[in-house]
T-cell receptor
């Protein structure tokens, strides 16, 4: 079945370090891919998305490129801030399933000053 | 409303008790989803409504779980005879779906603890 696998956390970085959170997926159709973020005490928020192969989603300094050949959608940021501390979820959406999202298990990021 | 609103935010239930969780989606949003998020895990799909029609309930874990959206706006997730394994955060999301790639907006969730 369709699934998403993320690297395990927690990930602890110093401020201004480079961030990569790996995400790979398995899907029988042609999914759209998303990164959602959950800040402490808040609900899930869409961070970025890509709807077809080779698309790059970007927002708030974060980027991810939809790689169909490696079935991956890794999240990157060149210089993290303390305020980026949160849990990050990779997710896929299959068009013909009504917009249902399939999530990875989440990766907790902690950025130290 | 300004966002997806869920109530209550926290619910403690004794094992065997019935509970009802409410979701107020963003006004005018056609699609509404319920997800279950266990501690330390990603959300897992439970059920999906398009207006008042429940189009997919494949994720409901047992027949103790029931969801409705009778007028195509507010939705209620009901869990009968709660068990300890039902303890989780229940998330509601809505989207203005003609294109499923449209962003889904999530509520803050209801944290259910069964004791």
């Amino acid at each position: 079945g369709d699934s998403v696998t993320q690297m395990e956390g927690p990930v602890t970085l110093s401020e201004e370090a480079f961030l990569t959170i790996n995400c790979t997926y398995t899907a029988t159709g042609y999914p759209s891919l998303f990164w959602y973020v959950q800040y402490p005490g808040e609900g899930l928020q869409l961070l970025l998305k890509a709807t077809k192969a080779d698309d790059k989603g970007s927002n708030k300094g974060f980027e991810a490129t939809y790689r169909k050949e490696t079935t991956s959608f890794h999240l990157e940021k060149g210089s993290v801030q303390v305020s980026d501390s949160a849990v990050y979820f990779c997710a896929l959406l299959i068009y013909n399933q009504g917009g249902k999202l399939i999530f990875g298990q989440g990766t907790e990021l902690s950025v130290k000053p | 409303g300004a966002g997806v609103s869920q109530s209550p935010r926290y619910k403690v239930a004794k094992r065997g008790q019935d509970v009802a969780l409410r979701c107020d989606p963003i006004s005018g949003h056609v699609s509404l989803f319920w997800y279950q998020q266990a501690l330390g895990q990603g959300p897992e799909f439970l059920t999906y409504f398009q207006n008042e029609a429940q189009l997919d309930k494949s994720g409901l874990p047992s027949d103790r779980f029931f969801a409705e959206r009778p007028e195509g706006s507010v939705s209620t997730l009901k869990i009968q005879r709660t068990q300890q394994e039902d303890s989780a955060v229940y998330l509601c999301a809505s989207s203005d779906w003609m294109d499923p790639n449209t962003e889904a907006f999530f509520g803050q969730g209801t944290r259910l603890t069964v004791v």
